[in-house]
């Protein structure tokens, strides 16, 4: 009967899987079992095969479950202080043996930040994977003094007795709107259907090489853990330097073979816009690369396909909160528009919408609304912030006959005629300007079609009723651009004023930092 079973979900086209997993410790058992010589991790300095990430793992998660920091009642969290490392990795799954979940912590960010944290927090204990010894935190255990202790396997099996599908995995800090970051909780059942979903939508194959670009407190960085591992492949993590020198990043990728790149658009962006792959050598081992995090111009990708024509390109779309995607566009040889790339389709098991301000649901062509998710895909929550979590986890009006939890994006999108999802805007960028509505993402949208700049973003001043417009380019073309946008848009979408950057300024994920922009606001307006 179980063979039949599986005969029927392969001919379906769901993946063969011979059992139900409910916590992420099992894909890297089975990984470490069936291939356990496969290099699972490596950095600049250090490698592991499945064997010895595995045997790490649970010393770290004997060492915690037997100092006071094994899991009660429920899952604890556990901070890890994170470089570039596979240490941070390691340290992870050891917090996950423990019975806990672990928080990524980047030791570089501000004071202020980590106290508020930490005072969010108040992590069971701290795990310093980063080796930084400029930085002291309070009650750290060094990564060292935890990977050698003895692996206590009764305790951790009698750990793992008690865990379900629901527990938290993991919390990253996202920044919140009042200055407080935020804590997304995310569960181990969320964490397992993305790698199921990938494995439908994208057939990865075994012993793949996922470049890691993403920090590892950035969520992006979840989809090269957890797909390298549950397709037992490696995790390439590409030294952060790397990214100063485009021409020895892509070499970097050529001799460490890499076959997949999810990495964040502006660090394609340093590739293109440097024409890093127009060199000899090039990166031919590459089968994926999929994007996210914010639009992808036209003419970048049109650059990456016309040098790596051979690769799946694969537009990613989704917050933090919902487990890092909720829909996918594979890019076809033909683009639909030179202005936009849709952000598709949901993947399996995901419910995505679009509704009006009342809250009504919106399926016609064009008509744009905010994007909201429901299903497994969805976060716990924010970790000890229940009022937050009410405001943007609800439940969905349109069905009231029993409670179906939604997430609201606060990205407003729409359908194109072939039903894809297309991003628009962000709901807080939508503005009123000379008695017209306007998405700024739209402007934006348009800029960064024009061939003399790298990428733009606009910014609309309240007070001075003004849109700022900042560019990034070789050199000052504000001329060039105003002529361009009199053929594109009309008057009333123009900008008021232009603000030239040889280097726009970007925050840790890779994100223009709009916020930083928008606070010297007046500066620009003089």
Not at 187 to 195: A, C, E, G, K, Q
Not at 244 to 269: C, D, F, G, H, T
Not at 387 to 406: A, C
Request: proline share 5%.
């Amino acid at each position: 009967m179980l063979k039949y079973k599986r005969r029927i979900r392969k001919s379906l086209g769901f993946p063969a899987f011979n059992n139900m997993y409910i916590n992420v410790l099992e894909l890297l058992e089975e990984a470490a079992k069936k291939n356990p010589d496969t290099v699972a991790l490596s950095d600049e300095n250090n490698s592991v095969t499945y064997r010895e990430f595995l045997l790490k793992a649970k010393s770290i998660g004997s060492y915690l479950a037997n100092n006071k920091c094994g899991r009660l009642n429920a899952p604890r969290p556990i901070g890890v202080l994170i470089g570039r490392n596979i240490e941070s990795i390691i340290s992870f799954m050891g917090c996950v043996y423990s019975g806990n979940f672990y928080v990524p912590i980047d030791i570089t960010m501000p004071k202020a930040r980590l106290d508020l944290m930490l005072d969010t927090l108040k992590p069971a204990a701290i795990i310093d994977a980063a080796h930084n010894e400029k930085v002291s935190i309070p009650n750290t255990i060094k990564y060292d003094e935890m990977v050698n202790c003895n692996i206590d396997e009764e305790k951790l099996t009698d750990i793992r007795t008690i865990s379900i599908d629901t527990d938290p995995l993991y919390a990253i800090f996202t920044s919140g709107s009042t200055g407080v970051p935020k804590g997304v909780l995310v569960s181990h059942r969320s964490v397992i259907d993305l790698v199921e979903q990938f494995e439908v939508a994208f057939g990865f194959e075994s012993n793949l090489v996922f470049a890691n670009q993403a920090p590892f407190d950035f969520d992006v960085s979840v989809k090269d853990i957890y797909n390298a591992i549950k397709h037992s492949s490696t995790i390439e993590i590409i030294p952060k330097k790397y990214f100063m020198m485009p021409a020895k990043l892509v070499e970097y990728l050529a001799q460490k073979n890499v076959n997949v790149m999810i990495w964040a658009v502006s660090a394609l962006r340093i590739i293109a816009d440097f024409k890093a792959l127009s060199l000899k050598i090039k990166p031919e081992s590459v089968k994926y690369i999929m994007f996210s995090g914010e639009a992808m111009p036209v003419k970048t990708l049109k650059y990456l396909r016309s040098e790596l024509p051979d690769v799946t390109y694969v537009n990613l779309y989704g917050p933090t909160e919902i487990t890092c995607n909720c829909t996918y566009y594979k890019i076809p040889q033909e683009l639909e528009s030179e202005t936009y790339i849709p952000i598709g389709k949901p993947f399996r098991n995901t419910k995505v919408f679009l509704i009006d301000e009342n809250g009504a649901l919106i399926d016609k062509e064009g008509v744009k609304g905010e994007l909201c998710v429901s299903g497994t895909c969805l976060a716990l929550g924010y970790y000890n912030n229940p009022e937050k979590t009410s405001e943007v986890f609800r439940f969905d009006k349109n069905i009231s006959e029993y409670p179906v939890r939604m997430y609201c994006t606060g990205d407003i999108a729409y359908y194109d005629k072939n039903m894809n999802l297309v991003f628009a805007s962000r709901k807080d960028f939508q503005i009123k300007h000379m008695g017209h509505r306007i998405e700024l993402g739209e402007i934006e949208a348009v800029l960064n079609t024009y061939s003399g700049i790298r990428i733009a973003c606009c910014i609309f001043d309240k007070e001075a009723q003004k849109i700022i417009c900042f560019y990034e380019s070789d050199a000052e073309c504000m001329k060039d651009i105003v002529a361009f946008l009199k053929e594109q848009l009309p008057k009333y979408m123009w900008p008021n004023k232009y603000v030239w950057y040889e280097k726009l300024p970007y925050n840790k994920n890779g994100k223009i930092d709009r916020k930083l922009l928008s606070e010297n606001l007046k500066e620009f307006i003089k």
